[in-house]
C-alpha cells in the first residue's frame, strides 16, 4: 500500500525508487558492472583493513585513518549499491517510509565521516612533513581516537539533519522518486510541505562541513607546499609529494563530486545529471580509494608484496 488516507491529506507511507534507467537491456548491463564494482569494492577495502591491521609497518597514524576510510567506504557504497542491485532485477522497487529514512541518514553519516577523515588525513601530513620531529607526540593514539570521535560525532549530527528534516517533510500525493536512492533533493521535490526550514537545514549543515574539511585540507596543503619547496633535496621533495598524492586524487574525486550535488545550485544540472554523479560518489569511488592508495603508496605496495610472500611460502 503507497498511502493512507490522513484526514485532508494523503500520508505517503512507501516511495518507489525510479533508479538509473527504463531499458531492460540496459538494466542488464549496469546490474552486471555495478556488480563488480560493489564486489571489488568490499573485497578492496576489506583488504586494506587487514593488511593495515596485520603489518606492523603500517601501524602508523595515516594508515590507522586509512583503513578507517576504507570501513567508511565499505558502509557508504552498502547504504546504496545492493538496493540499486534489486531495482535493475524487478519492474518496481518500493520502499518503506521508514526504510527510505534510514538509507538517506546513513549515505549522509558515512558520507561525512569520510570528509572529516580526508580532512584529518591531510593534517595527518601537515604535521609529518611541516612538524617531523614532532609527529610521535602531535599524533600519539590519544590524539588519533579523538580525531576519530569528532569525525562519527560530525557524521551523527549532519546525518540526524537529515533525518529530522525528512521527518518534517509532508508527502501528499506523488511517491515516485527519481532516484536510485532516497537522496534529499527528489524527495523535497515530491514534498508538499509549505515551510521551508527543514529544507534549508540539511543545507547549512552539509555545506559548513564542506566548507570547513575544504578550509583544513587546503590550509595543510598550502604549508606542506612551502615547506617541500623549501627543501634542498630533490629526493625529499618526490618522498614528501608520493606520500601526498594518493590522498589528493582522493580528495580531488570526492570533493569534486560532492560539490557538485550538495553545493552547486541545482539550476544548472538535470536530474539525469545529479544521478551521474551520485554514481561516482556513491559507488566507483568507494571502490577506487583502495586502488589508488594500493597503487600509489609504497609502504601498502611492500606490505601487500610481503603478505602475499608470507600467504605462497606458508602454501
Given at each position: 500500500?503507497?498511502?493512507?488516507?490522513?484526514?485532508?491529506?494523503?500520508?505517503?507511507?512507501?516511495?518507489i525508487?525510479?533508479?538509473?534507467?527504463?531499458?531492460?537491456?540496459l538494466?542488464?548491463?549496469?546490474?552486471m558492472?555495478i556488480?563488480?564494482?560493489?564486489?571489488?569494492?568490499?573485497?578492496g577495502?576489506?583488504?586494506?583493513?587487514?593488511?593495515?591491521r596485520?603489518?606492523?609497518q603500517?601501524?602508523?597514524p595515516?594508515?590507522?585513518?586509512?583503513?578507517?576510510l576504507?570501513?567508511?567506504?565499505?558502509?557508504?557504497?552498502t547504504?546504496?549499491?545492493?538496493n540499486?542491485?534489486?531495482n535493475?532485477?524487478?519492474e518496481?522497487?518500493?520502499?518503506?517510509?521508514?526504510?527510505?529514512?534510514?538509507?538517506?541518514?546513513?549515505?549522509?553519516?558515512?558520507g561525512?565521516?569520510e570528509?572529516f577523515l580526508?580532512?584529518?588525513?591531510?593534517?595527518?601530513?601537515?604535521?609529518?612533513?611541516?612538524?617531523?620531529?614532532?609527529y610521535?607526540?602531535?599524533?600519539?593514539?590519544?590524539?588519533?581516537?579523538?580525531?576519530?570521535?569528532?569525525?562519527?560525532?560530525?557524521?551523527?549530527?549532519?546525518?540526524?539533519?537529515?533525518?529530522?528534516?525528512?521527518?518534517?517533510?509532508f508527502?501528499?500525493?506523488?511517491?515516485?522518486?527519481?532516484?536510485?536512492?532516497?537522496?534529499?533533493?527528489?524527495?523535497?521535490?515530491?514534498?508538499?510541505?509549505?515551510?521551508?526550514?527543514p529544507?534549508?537545514?540539511?543545507?547549512?549543515?552539509?555545506?559548513?562541513?564542506?566548507?570547513?574539511?575544504?578550509?583544513?585540507?587546503?590550509?595543510s596543503?598550502?604549508?606542506?607546499?612551502?615547506?617541500?619547496?623549501?627543501m634542498?633535496?630533490?629526493?625529499?621533495?618526490?618522498k614528501?609529494?608520493?606520500?601526498c598524492s594518493?590522498?589528493?586524487?582522493?580528495?580531488?574525486?570526492?570533493?569534486?563530486?560532492?560539490?557538485?550535488?550538495?553545493?552547486?545550485?541545482?539550476s544548472?544540472?538535470?536530474?539525469?545529471?545529479?544521478?551521474?554523479?551520485?554514481?561516482?560518489?556513491?559507488?566507483?569511488?568507494?571502490?577506487?580509494?583502495?586502488?589508488i592508495?594500493s597503487?600509489?603508496?609504497?609502504?601498502?605496495?611492500?606490505?601487500?608484496?610481503?603478505?602475499?610472500?608470507?600467504?605462497?611460502?606458508?602454501?
Amino acid at each position: 500500500m503507497d498511502s493512507l488516507w490522513d484526514g485532508n491529506h494523503t500520508a505517503v507511507t512507501d516511495f518507489i525508487l525510479l533508479g538509473l534507467t527504463d531499458d531492460p537491456i540496459l538494466k542488464v548491463i549496469l546490474f552486471m558492472i555495478i556488480l563488480c564494482i560493489y564486489l571489488v569494492t568490499v573485497s578492496g577495502n576489506l583488504s586494506t583493513i587487514i593488511l593495515i591491521r596485520t603489518s606492523p609497518q603500517l601501524h602508523h597514524p595515516m594508515y590507522f585513518f586509512l583503513s578507517q576510510l576504507a570501513f567508511a567506504d565499505i558502509c557508504l557504497s552498502t547504504s546504496v549499491t545492493p538496493n540499486m542491485l534489486v531495482n535493475f532485477l524487478v519492474e518496481r522497487n518500493p520502499i518503506s517510509y521508514h526504510g527510505c529514512c534510514t538509507q538517506l541518514g546513513s549515505t549522509a553519516f558515512f558520507g561525512t565521516v569520510e570528509c572529516f577523515l580526508l580532512a584529518i588525513m591531510a593534517y595527518d601530513r601537515f604535521v609529518a612533513i611541516c612538524n617531523p620531529l614532532l609527529y610521535s607526540t602531535k599524533m600519539t593514539t590519544q590524539v588519533c581516537v579523538q580525531f576519530l570521535i569528532v569525525a562519527y560525532v560530525g557524521g551523527f549530527l549532519n546525518a540526524s539533519s537529515f533525518i529530522i528534516s525528512f521527518y518534517f517533510l509532508f508527502f501528499c500525493g506523488p511517491n515516485r522518486v527519481n532516484h536510485f536512492f532516497c537522496d534529499f533533493a527528489p524527495l523535497v521535490e515530491l514534498s508538499c510541505s509549505e515551510n521551508s526550514i527543514p529544507v534549508v537545514i540539511p543545507s547549512f549543515t552539509s555545506g559548513s562541513i564542506i566548507v570547513l574539511t575544504v578550509f583544513v585540507i587546503i590550509v595543510s596543503y598550502m604549508y606542506i607546499l612551502i615547506t617541500v619547496l623549501k627543501m634542498r633535496s630533490n629526493e625529499g621533495r618526490h618522498k614528501a609529494f608520493s606520500t601526498c598524492s594518493s590522498h589528493l586524487t582522493a580528495v580531488t574525486l570526492f570533493f569534486g563530486t560532492i560539490t557538485f550535488i550538495y553545493v552547486m545550485p541545482k539550476s544548472i544540472y538535470s536530474t539525469e545529471q545529479n544521478k551521474v554523479v551520485s554514481v561516482f560518489y556513491t559507488v566507483v569511488i568507494p571502490m577506487l580509494n583502495p586502488i589508488i592508495y594500493s597503487l600509489r603508496n609504497n609502504d601498502i605496495k611492500g606490505a601487500l608484496k610481503r603478505m602475499l610472500h608470507k600467504i605462497i611460502f606458508s602454501l
